[in-house]
């Protein structure tokens, strides 16, 4: 069994680049210094009136596309993790790794697969949604938007973890039910 640190492939779908890094506080400034600050120098005398919002789309920590069949499991991983995790939780991760894609030899629930979860929720809450919330706040403009697979808790956790400590750094946190799901009713009481 090996375990590879295997970068994001550039893509069509982001210009032929690679998506941010949503667990990387350094990486996200540089995305609010050419996204946000650009829109703050041109326009911020409309934030908060004419421009009452900025929206964010769909963040995520990715990635999607494990293929158990052929062996093969993505795991969401930033270069922090390693220091992170034994800073969060006090033992390393990486002696442990199995645990994240195979059941505990007991049958039980992996605690290491929860605290995995549990940090990369953190991470991407306080580098993301935390960092731009308050970038927001200080510019009086409101962050809004919606997370990515808020469908149900579970389809959330391998891509964003949890939505809801996402919601406590916008503004105006969102949803997004284009049609008549009556199957997401969920999304909407997490939001409300």
Not at 93 to 104: G, I, Q
Request: include cysteine; charge should be negative.
């Amino acid at each position: 069994m090996s375990f590879d640190m295997v970068p994001t492939p550039a893509t069509g779908w982001y210009n032929d680049g690679q998506y941010l890094n949503t667990m990387n506080p350094d990486a996200v400034a540089e995305f609010i210094r050419v996204t946000h600050q650009a829109y703050a120098d041109r326009y911020g005398e409309d934030f908060g009136e004419l421009i009452p919002a900025i929206f964010t789309d769909e963040p995520n920590n990715g990635p999607e596309g494990s293929k158990p069949d052929k062996h093969e499991y993505k795991l969401v991983w930033t270069g922090q993790m390693p220091r992170e995790f034994v800073k969060r939780r006090g033992y390393d991760l990486r002696s442990h790794l199995p645990e994240l894609v195979f059941a505990a030899a007991d049958g039980e629930f992996s605690k290491v697969r929860h605290d995995y979860y549990r940090t990369t929720t953190e991470l991407f809450v306080e580098a993301f949604s935390r960092q731009i919330g308050q970038w927001c706040g200080k510019h009086k403009i409101a962050l809004t938007g919606h997370m990515l697979c808020e469908e149900t808790l579970a389809s959330q956790i391998r891509v964003v973890g949890a939505c809801m400590p996402h919601y406590e750094h916008m503004q105006w946190p969102g949803i997004d039910i284009l049609r008549d799901q009556d199957d997401e009713l969920i999304t909407a009481k997490q939001c409300s």
